[in-house]
């Protein structure tokens, strides 16, 4: 993976399908933060946002 940039953010309104993705991703990046973010107050939806960093660089 010789083109695959350095970091990666990921930011994402489903937890689920992020874990999921995040998990097909861990061969080549680590998640190095996550920070929620609510964006809509009042409701049930948070943002997640997440900080990958390649592995082995």
Do not use: W
Not at 7 to 28: G, H, I, W
Not at 47 to 56: A, D, F, H, I, Q
């Amino acid at each position: 993976m010789e083109t695959a940039p350095e970091k990666v953010v990921y930011v994402s309104c489903n937890p689920a399908t992020q874990a999921r993705d995040l998990a097909l991703m861990d061969e080549f990046y680590k998640v190095t933060r996550i920070q929620p973010v609510d964006m809509f107050p009042h409701t049930h939806h948070v943002e997640n946002v997440v900080l990958l960093e390649r592995r082995g660089v």
